[in-house]
Nanobody
Framework: VQLQASGGGLVQAGGSLRLSCAVSGRSFANYNMGWFRQAPGKEREFVAAISWSGGSTYYADSVKGRFTGSRDNAKNTVYLQMNSLKPEDTAVYYC???????????????WGQGTQVTVSS
């Protein structure tokens, strides 16, 4: 399974970005998907998880109400819509695939390369 994240960039506080993660290889619909982020000097942290069907989503408290995860199984792609961005959202964002729908990075077997999101104040 290969994952390719894209859509990061520089945005002002209050702005929006949509991240995409294209998945190739084994059947995409078999996997639950997650988004994680890592800021400089900090540990990787959970952002969102999307179940294999897209019917269930889970979010970190810090992004709840601002970020929305979704997927299109026909396009083998998962998305993270990020609204009302804050400077503290600045990080490298990673998509990942797992058999279990989980907030723990330890449960994710496959990872994308990351895409940089920078939010200016």
């Amino acid at each position: 399974v290969q994952l390719q994240a894209s859509g990061g960039g520089l945005v002002q506080a209050g702005g929006s970005l949509r991240l995409s993660c294209a998945v190739s290889g084994r059947s995409f619909a078999n996997y639950n998907m997650g988004w994680f982020r890592q800021a400089p000097g900090k540990e990787r942290e959970f952002v969102a998880a999307i179940s294999w069907s897209g019917g269930s989503t889970y979010y970190a408290d810090s992004v709840k109400g601002r970020f929305t995860g979704s997927r299109d199984n026909a396009k083998n792609t998962v998305y993270l819509q990020m609204n009302s961005l804050k400077p503290e959202d600045t990080a490298v964002y990673y998509c990942a695939a797992a058999v279990l729908c989980s907030s723990s990075f330890k449960n994710y077997n496959y990872w994308g390369q990351g895409t940089q999101v920078t939010v200016s104040s």
